[in-house]
Each structure stands twice: as structure tokens, then as C-alpha cells.
């Protein structure tokens, strides 16, 4: 008997790699269970394996409860006083115990203990896997494809199965069971049927992780890989520097004759992976991202993060590539919106942007079209500039006399009171709901602000995108700063959708 506890100990160790301590926690509980059920008052009761040898001792048990408490349960709960007549050291929430005849572990002990001693293994399991892969969430891990299932693959990494759902596969890759693949791992939840590990193969962080591996300068550090941007399956951009002005960053991942970069294409069925050299100078960059296309020119906005990309006729089609799709990538890989212009559509925008600032000049500063025009034609584009820019520089415009410069710098800062007072009214009849108001990271200027926007309750910010925020001018919101603002509006979404999943 010993030696069958010992050696299913054993045994169920090595098959479900758990340790030997769990698998005697589970036969001591069925063997508690085994010997509660041969009594037929409602005892409590709690077997101790020997380790070494295998054998055991069962003790039926007693809870010591208060002396005021009502003995809701008399066949396993004790009175403090009592308890203390034979063991005075005794305290509330501990146990009297007294040996019991074991009962033997033969077949129905065995069967008694079979669920038991799975749930604990399952339990074991559940810890071990969480334990070893959470903290690798976001890293790229490797596996085979054990099995398609509604879509989804199913993936064996080594020591426990990982879900990757149609929606982050690569298009068109058509998986079959056997297939080995890398991916990120993209998320780990424990839920009652064991942990589900997520893996994510169209991330640009794959992209990232497989050049650092196939690359060694990007895997030490000598080259970067600052970002990264995909078209799953087709197309993708990754931009590079190099901390060694020996090395070429962009030849490095290429490697000889592609060998490099074809090797991450072939891992990602085939997807184009288009190089760019990294550059401190936004606009180089997005003109290195743009290749192969020809640059002519470029206007750059830097409040707005935006670029006007000036290319010719011949160009355009490959700047903005099939469906939109280069100029897309170069957006995501560089971080600014970029605008594709043939040369005739940026002299029609400029003139357009002219005349609505002159004609914009013209009423705040109650100027004609002359003036309004020779303030444009010197740069001039706001009230603020005309006010606060050095008078000197006025009175440098050959048409300028000094009156005249007097005179609209006055007007401009009229105008600019004007306006601030406006907006202080406007902020003023804006109610922001309480609801609103009640958001974390909120406070009352800016709820005003969203408020004199339209944004009046939580649930108006809950529908907004970040974007919208970011375009209000009378607030400075950084970008954190307003999805946390979001997400704290959409916090009663995610609340009701748990309530009704768990009903």
C-alpha cells in the first residue's frame, strides 16, 4: 500500500511535470474524503503522508470556535473551553485532533482519489504555466500547429497549448497542423479551463524580434530597429540606425545576396519587407520611408505633425502605392501624417491656405485686400504673429510706413482680446454634466472645455477617438493624457459587459 502511493507519486510527477508534493496533497485529500465518508456522522478529518515511506496517518478533527458561537456543526467544530481542558495552548481557528483507523488505499480509495488528484494537477498545471509564461508576454516564442479549430490555430509551444485566432494570423497563410511558426505572445489569462496563452503573428513587434534574431549587429545593439509598420502578407517597413558609423545599417539586414531579409519574409508567408535608414531630420525620414519614390519637395507642420510631400506626376502613383498602401506604411513607420501632392495640387492648396488667411486678415484687422495680401505674401499666417512678432520686422516690408504698423498691431491685439473674452463667455454658459465631471483625471477647466465642444457627458467622451481631442486648441492634451480620459468614460462599458458575460 505504501509503495502504490509512493509510486503513483512518482509516476503522476513525471507525467504531468508537477511536484511530488502536490500529487501527496491530492492523495491525502482523497484519503480525507474517503474516511469522512465511511463515518456516518459528518466528521472532519486529515491524512498525513510520510514522504520517505509512503505510509500514513488519519486523524478525525475538530475546529475550536468561540465559546458565545452556537456548535452549528457538533460532529467537527469544539468549544474553546473545552478544548482547553486537554490541550490549554490551543487558540480559535485551530484544530483538536484525535487518531483515527486509516482506511486502506485500495480500489475504492483509488477511485475516490482519481478526480481529486487530476483537479490538483490541473491546478499545478494552470500555476506552472502562468508562472513560466507571463513574464515573457510581448516576446516572440516559437511552436507547431497541433490542430485548426473554428478558424483558430492551435499551437503547441513546448509545455502548454496557445490559442492564435484567425483575427492575428497573417492573411492567406493557410496554417496546417505540423507547421512550426513564431509569434508574439500576446497575452496570458487564467481562466477555470486553464490558461489561455494568445499569440499575435501580425504585430510590427514580430517583425522587430525576428531581425533581431536573424540579424546579430541588431541583436547586440550595434543596429537599432527603431520602428516598424506591416500590411500582414504583403508589405511591410522597418527603420534602422547604426550605433557603429563603420556598419550600414540598411546592408546589415539585408545581408548578403537578401539572405537576411529573406529569410524574415519567408517566416511571415512571404510579406515584402522594405528597409529604411533612420534619420534625426523628420522630413529625410519621411522622404527615406517614401522610397523608392522621388521627393521634389516638402512643407512641414509640426503642430499638426503633418507633412504636405510634394512629388511629380510620374511619382504619385508609387508614393502612394496600391490602395494606398506605401504611403500608409510610411505614415505608421515615421509617426506623421503624410500628405501626397502632385506639384499642381500643392500650388492650388497654398493659394487656397492664402486666401483664406487673407481674407481671415482682412475681417480681424478690418484691412483691404492689399494690405491683407502683403502681410500673406511676407509670412504672415495669424493675429498672433502680426501682435507679438519684433515691430522691426514690420516696419522692414517696404509698404510699411510706421503708422501703418502702429495701427495693425493695435488692431491685432484687439482682436486677440476680443476673441479670448469670447471664449471665456462661451466656456462659461458650457455645463459639463456631473457624470462627466466625476471622471478620474478630470477637472472642471477642461470639462468646461469639452463641454463648449459638445462634449457634455461621459458618455459623449466615451464616443469620441483620441484624435478629436487632440484637435480642440483651447487645451493642451497630451495624447496619454486624453485616451486615459477616454478609457476612463468607457470604464462603465467594460463593467456591464463583464455583468452580463457572467450572467
Not at 44 to 73: K, M, N, Q, S
Request: glycine fraction near 6%; charge should be negative.
Amino acid at each position: 500500500m505504501a509503495n502504490e502511493i509512493l509510486l503513483m507519486a512518482d509516476v503522476l510527477s513525471r507525467e504531468k511535470g508537477v511536484e511530488k508534493d502536490v500529487i501527496f496533497q491530492a492523495i491525502e485529500a482523497a484519503l480525507a474524503t474517503a474516511t469522512r465518508k465511511r463515518h456516518r456522522e459528518d466528521i472532519d478529518a486529515r491524512v498525513d503522508i510520510h514522504r520517505d515511506t509512503g505510509d500514513y496517518d488519519t486523524y478525525r478533527r475538530w475546529e475550536v470556535i468561540p465559546d458565545e458561537d452556537e456548535l452549528e456543526f457538533p460532529d467537527r467544530q469544539i468549544r474553546l473551553t473545552q478544548a482547553r481542558l486537554e490541550h490549554p495552548e490551543l487558540e480559535i481557528g485551530e484544530f483538536v485532533e484525535q487518531p483515527l483507523e486509516p482506511v486502506d488505499f485500495g480500489r475504492i480509495a483509488a477511485q475516490a482519489a482519481k478526480q481529486v488528484i487530476m483537479q490538483k494537477v490541473r491546478e499545478a498545471e494552470r500555476e506552472r504555466i502562468v508562472s513560466e509564461y507571463e513574464p515573457r508576454t510581448n516576446e516572440m516564442v516559437s511552436g507547431v500547429v497541433k490542430r485548426l479549430e473554428r478558424g483558430d490555430a492551435i499551437v503547441d509551444l513546448g509545455g502548454a497549448e496557445s490559442v492564435l485566432s484567425k483575427s492575428a494570423m497573417i492573411p492567406r497563410e493557410g496554417l496546417r497542423p505540423g507547421d512550426r511558426i513564431r509569434a508574439i505572445l500576446r497575452d496570458v489569462r487564467p481562466v477555470p479551463r486553464g490558461p489561455q496563452l494568445f499569440l499575435d503573428r501580425v504585430s510590427p513587434e514580430l517583425l522587430i524580434q525576428l531581425f533581431q534574431l536573424e540579424v546579430p549587429e541588431a541583436g547586440e545593439g550595434i543596429i537599432e530597429i527603431l520602428s516598424a509598420a506591416r500590411d500582414p502578407g504583403l508589405r511591410a517597413k522597418i527603420a534602422v540606425k547604426s550605433n557603429d558609423p563603420k556598419i550600414d545599417p540598411v546592408g546589415a539586414c539585408v545581408g548578403i545576396r537578401g539572405s537576411r531579409v529573406q529569410s524574415v519574409s519567408n517566416e511571415i508567408a512571404g510579406e515584402r519587407v522594405d528597409i529604411i535608414k533612420w534619420s534625426e531630420d523628420p522630413a529625410q525620414f519621411v522622404i527615406n520611408a517614401l522610397a523608392p519614390a522621388e521627393v521634389e519637395s516638402i512643407v512641414v507642420d509640426e503642430e499638426l505633425k503633418a507633412m504636405d510631400v510634394v512629388v511629380d506626376e510620374s511619382q504619385l502613383s508609387q508614393a502612394i502605392g496600391r490602395g494606398g498602401q506605401n504611403v500608409r506604411l510610411a505614415s505608421e513607420l515615421t509617426g506623421w501624417e503624410i500628405n501626397i501632392l502632385t506639384d499642381q495640387e500643392a500650388v492650388e492648396k497654398a493659394e487656397t491656405e492664402s486666401h483664406d488667411i487673407r481674407d481671415m486678415l482682412m475681417e480681424q484687422l478690418d484691412v483691404d485686400e492689399d494690405v491683407a495680401g502683403i502681410l500673406v505674401q511676407e509670412g504672415f499666417t495669424s493675429l498672433e504673429e502680426v501682435a507679438y512678432v519684433p515691430k522691426q520686422e514690420l516696419l522692414d516690408i517696404e509698404e510699411f510706413d510706421e503708422a501703418l504698423v502702429d495701427e495693425l498691431r493695435s488692431r491685432a491685439e484687439d482682436a486677440l482680446v476680443t476673441r479670448a473674452i469670447a471664449q471665456e463667455e462661451q466656456l462659461k454658459l458650457a455645463e459639463p454634466q456631473p457624470d462627466l465631471l466625476e471622471l478620474d483625471g478630470m477637472d472642471e477647466h477642461t470639462g468646461r472645455v469639452l463641454a463648449s465642444h459638445g462634449i457634455r457627458t461621459r458618455e459623449d467622451l466615451a464616443e469620441c477617438a483620441v484624435d478629436e481631442l487632440l484637435e480642440i486648441s483651447d487645451i493642451e492634451l497630451e495624447q496619454e493624457r486624453a485616451a486615459a480620459l477616454i478609457m476612463a468614460a468607457r470604464a462603465h462599458w467594460f463593467e456591464q459587459a463583464e455583468v452580463a458575460e457572467n450572467e
